[in-house]
């Protein structure tokens, strides 16, 4: 039998600064009640001043470490849109910081997909014989690139991370991750995007103008593209692992929005209660908002060994993904 990447632990966290939706109320044009009603969210959290990506993600790293039973890796995979510096990447800083040694460490950058990109190059890494044992983290800081003038994002992203300890294993054990399906389509990189800081607006000499270093989103359309892309790639990846819809007991969905992730079910055919939701709490938090919402479900007992997870999220590039996974046993803090 092929070698499979495994769950073998779980962790998260979040920085100290509670943002509630009245907090937003008092700097900008918005409601809570519009924003619990378009997006569901009622707080979100922020890094304050001093506190980076990389915090984050060796907070959450410990925590999956621990969880892990201190089942030791050979690689580091740290999944970003907000990595500490444009260069290097921050996982080998985060392996550093942990002290994993000089093992294999990379960032992958799919925005609020990178979590399933990042998860199918560890299970590669597992598979090629290249890994014995992954870390797999998404970690943001997503409101250092936020337009506090904004209230269309704005309200919407926070910070936070989460991660998973992947071990070689077997393909029929709980917590083996299944197939996966991910896509992308350039043609729609201005619908979520920072136009500035990269090589194509590389200062001649002017700087850019200010607001083409912020965070930028056409909601409407990504709403949609987000509801298609996540059900079709879903879809595809229970075909390939011969699950029927009904088999799932759980859909953890990038929680982008409550109505995207109810519409997604909605059409999937699944119970909106078999979805799992952190949102209110946490807002949308990119690249680590799979890995969270894994972590506070399992510590919250909704998870039990042998459960059936479809796990899927969308976002800049644009990119999609999904994979399917059994829960593994594991313990709770
Ligand atoms: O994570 C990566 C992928 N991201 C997503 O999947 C997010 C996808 N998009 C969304 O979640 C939603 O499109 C938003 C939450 C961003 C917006 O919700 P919407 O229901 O699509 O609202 P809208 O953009 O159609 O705006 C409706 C109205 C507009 O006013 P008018 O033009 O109708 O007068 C907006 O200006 O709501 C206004 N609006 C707000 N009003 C109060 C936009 N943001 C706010 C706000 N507070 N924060």
């Known amino acids: 039998m092929t070698r499979a990447a495994v769950v073998a632990g779980v962790g998260s966290a979040l920085p100290p600064v509670r943002v509630t939706n009245a907090d937003l ?6 409601s809570d009640e519009w924003i619990r009603s378009r997006t569901g969210i009622r707080q979100r959290f922020v890094a304050p001043a001093g506190t980076a990506t990389s915090d984050l993600a060796v907070a959450a790293g410990a925590k999956a470490l ?10 580091l995979v740290v999944a970003t849109t907000t990595p500490d510096r444009p260069c290097p990447a921050t996982a080998p800083a985060v392996a550093d910081r942990l002290g994993l040694g000089h093992v294999a460490a990379h960032d992958v950058a799919a925005v609020c997909t990178g979590f399933l990109y990042a998860l199918a190059n560890a299970a590669g890494l597992i ?3 290249a890994a014995e044992g992954v870390l797999v983290i998404g970690a943001e800081t997503f409101s250092r690139i936020l337009n506090p003038a904004d209230r269309s994002t704005s309200v919407i992203f926070g910070d936070g991370a989460g991660a998973l300890v992947l071990r070689a294993g077997r393909a029929d054990e709980d917590g083996a991750l299944g197939p996966f399906d991910l896509g992308s389509d350039g043609s729609g990189r201005d619908l979520i995007t920072v136009p500035a800081g990269g090589s194509e607006r590389r200062p001649d000499g002017s700087e850019p103008p ?5 965070f930028t989103m056409q ?5 949609r593209l987000a509801v298609q892309r996540m059900s079709h790639s879903a879809r595809t990846v229970l075909d390939r692992a011969g699950w029927r819809i009904g088999e799932v007991d759980h859909l953890v969905a990038h929680q982008a929005n409550h109505r995207i992730v109810a519409r997604l079910a909605d059409e999937l055919g699944l119970p909106a209660e078999r979805a799992v939701s952190n949102i209110a709490e946490v807002g949308n938090t990119a690249a680590a908002s799979v890995p969270l919402a894994l972590d506070h479900a399992h ?22 993904g999904a994979t399917v996974l059994t829960w593994p046993a594991l313990d709770r803090d």
Not at 305 to 310: F, K
């Open 25 to 30: 109320v008092a700097r900008l044009d918005t």
């Open 127 to 129: 598979a090629c014989g």
């Open 219 to 223: 909601g409407k359309q990504v709403f």
């Open 66 to 75: 621990k969880s892990a039973g201190g089942h030791p890796v050979d690689a």
């Open 299 to 320: 510590s919250a007992g909704e998870l039990a060994a042998g459960e059936r997870l479809l796990l899927t999220a969308f976002g800049g590039g644009l990119t999609w």
């Open 210 to 214: 200010p607001e083409d270093r912020w």
